[in-house]
């Protein structure tokens, strides 16, 4: 069957890949799952966000939902309010990390996490087949416009009291944070006003068209957000995606330091406090989780990419702690999601504890080499190239979780796997030797590139023919 979800909810350019009309048929499919019900609805900035509010607000009234729209707010946000407030379901109207053209639409189960594949599966069936449960007209949902300011005060409130506030409080740190002109201006800021913290910020007003830089936070983007750091005598900067999920942390410095590095500080301080404990992280995080995982009795376990694999495994296993290498860390105890506020003030809470700079903190984990690379790919294409990877790698050692992981030593790995939401092969590479990891790309590279040049041959043969 034909699909709407990707990694990370629904993806999409409105006017290229989904109308307006599409926008309303996903809320009449979406409310007929419910079966009516209470949904709470946010957006990020986006420049699209608002009419496909609207929109789907529209297909959720028409199947008798009552919606209750917030208007801008992070995914966290929302996320934690859905559960706290005892909604039946929520609805994110974000495409997170991606350029400003897309937008997307994500699902919120009554838990506030997202909606599991099954039930992603169920919604899809009901779309495709157009199997819309429509009220009549007395029985149409209602709207409402809640405030934000409320809901974001709950929120803060309940983040920091997983942390010693006090103790950060009286160290006044100097914070800067990089919201890529997005919503998690709303958060972040906030919290570590409450804290103390002497805030500065940058690409700091909201704006859709994203001036300041892309909303995905990458080393070649947080030049700004560096030099800024190093220049105000900052303790760290912090620079989050387009909905706030996530976090990459900038030290003292102005280092910028990768998801899976800071999620592993987290992890060493948590599993200090709380030894043998579950830590969740998909296939392509940095081995420096597992071995820090270790050292305190920790186990880890591997999930597919994607968010929602690392939410629904940390509620299976009771884990209360979940990292991804793009800056997600999952507080199980707050709330098992991608939070970047409260991965901030985790950060926060440790460095006031270990009274060190984050460029020491860093420094003590193990060293290794990453490296990441985009290859296009059309993604009709994709399930095909894959297969040929799977056939030209199985002699190796290798893990097939998600897309094609080859396992070269304990130490040094590559994962090669199709993007859910771009037409892009995504290739992550690890290894504790520069030269060691610069070979092992070449080689992941070249692998890739033949197997999509032999399918690219082979799918315009098989479109000649047919012709
Ligand atoms: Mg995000």
């Known amino acids: 069957m034909k699909r709407l979800f990707g990694t990370n909810g629904i ?23 419910f079966k009516g019900g209470r949904c709470l609805l946010g957006r990020d900035i986006r420049k699209t966000g608002e009419i496909v509010a609207q929109a789907i607000t529209s297909g959720l009234m028409a199947t008798g939902c009552n919606v209750y729209d917030v208007g801008l707010i992070t995914t966290p946000a929302l996320q934690f309010t859905v559960k706290a407030q005892g909604f039946d379901f929520g609805v994110m109207i974000t495409a997170s990390h991606n350029p400003p053209e897309y937008n997307g639409i994500k699902v919120i189960d009554h838990d ?5 594949r099954s039930k992603e599966e169920r919604i899809e069936d009901i779309y495709f087949h ?24 709950e929120y803060i ?16 740190f100097t914070v800067v944070i990089d919201p890529a002109n997005s919503v998690g201006i709303l958060t972040t800021p906030r919290l570590a006003k409450i804290l ?47 909905d706030g999920d996530r976090a990459i942390f900038i030290d003292e410095k102005g280092n910028v330091h990768w998801g899976d590095r800071s999620g592993a500080l987290i992890v060493e301080y948590y599993l200090r406090e709380h030894p043998g404990e579950t830590v969740v992280t998909p296939v392509s995080s940095s081995v420096v989780i597992e071995e820090v995982a ?29 990292v991804e290498e793009n800056g997600g860390v999952f507080f199980g105890p707050h709330h098992p999601v991608r939070d970047g506020t409260m991965t901030t003030a985790l950060i926060l809470n440790i460095l006031a504890k ?24 059309p993604n009709e294409l994709k399930e095909n190239v894959l297969k040929v990877l799977r056939e030209a790698t199985k002699d190796m050692k290798v893990d097939h979780t998600d897309g094609v992981k080859i396992w070269y030593d304990r130490r040094s790995w590559v994962l090669i796997r199709p993007s859910g939401t771009e037409p892009i092969f995504r290739i992550y590479a690890e290894a504790d030797d520069k030269s060691k990891l610069n070979n092992i790309v070449n080689k992941a590279k070249s692998m890739l590139e033949d197997a999509i040049d032999e399918v690219t041959k082979k799918d315009r043969f098989n479109t000649l023919r047919t012709e």
């Open 130 to 153: 157009e199997k819309f449960a429509l009220s009549n007209w007395r029985n149409v949902g209602r709207h409402y416009y809640c405030n934000n300011e409320g809901i974001i005060e």
């Open 354 to 377: 270990e009274e060190e700079p984050l460029s020491k903190l860093m420094a003590r984990l193990p060293k290794y080499y990453q490296m990441k690379l985009r290859v296009p790919c």
């Open 112 to 116: 506030g996490v997202e909606i599991e």
């Open 294 to 322: 270790r050292r305190h009795g920790g186990r880890v376990v591997y999930t597919k990419v994607g968010s929602i694999h690392v939410s629904r495994k940390m509620l299976e296993l009771k884990a209360p702690l979940g």
């Open 196 to 242: 103390n913290c002497r805030v500065l910020t940058i690409n700091g007003n909201l704006d859709g068209d994203f001036p300041g830089r892309e909303p995905e936070p990458r080393p070649d983007n947080l030049e700004g957000l560096a030099t800024t750091v190093v220049s105000s005598g900052a303790d760290f900067g912090v620079a989050h995606d387009g």
């Open 11 to 33: 993806r999409f350019i409105l006017g290229e890949d989904l109308n307006v009309d599409d926008i309303v048929r996903i809320g009449m499919a979406v409310g007929t799952f």
């Open 157 to 172: 409130k309940a983040v920091i009291r997983h942390i010693d506030a006090d103790v950060v409080k009286r160290k006044k």
